[in-house]
Nanobody, 121 residues
Framework: QVQLVESGGGLVQAGGSLRLSCAASGRSFSSYGMGWFRQAPGKEREFVAGISWSGGNTYYADFVKGRFTISRNNAKNTAYLQMNSLRPEDTAVYYC??????????????WGQGTQVTVSS
């Protein structure tokens, strides 16, 4: 079992930055692939970024490439999503997720409760 808690969301102006954190508790965080998803009002949840167990491989949705960076610190049991050049369309609830697969393709087994990100124009 892995419990995930996101933090770092908030209100930011367009062009600004935020860093989301996902703190994991439970066993063997370093053996899990991690991912970030988001869900905007009235829309389906969508994949944002993923990272392999070691951090050696990362994956991004096209709409965040060059703006967002996923990373992890296995010693701290934490995954991160650095979000730069934020746009109003990035407004959503952001969720982190853990996969028992160490690398892609991931199937995510555990989910956090989400953190709200709001980007004003």
């Amino acid at each position: 079992q892995v419990q995930l808690v996101e933090s770092g969301g908030g209100l930011v102006q367009a062009g600004g930055s935020l860093r989301l954190s996902c703190a994991a508790s439970g066993r063997s965080f370093s053996s899990y692939g991690m991912g970030w998803f988001r869900q905007a009002p009235g829309k389906e949840r969508e994949f944002v970024a993923g990272i392999s167990w070691s951090g050696g491989n990362t994956y991004y949705a096209d709409f965040v490439k060059g703006r967002f960076t996923i990373s992890r610190n296995n010693a701290k049991n934490t995954a991160y999503l650095q979000m730069n050049s934020l746009r109003p369309e990035d407004t959503a609830v952001y969720y982190c997720a853990a996969s028992a697969e160490t690398d892609a393709p991931f199937e995510y087994d555990y989910w956090g409760q989400g953190t709200q990100v709001t980007v004003s124009s």
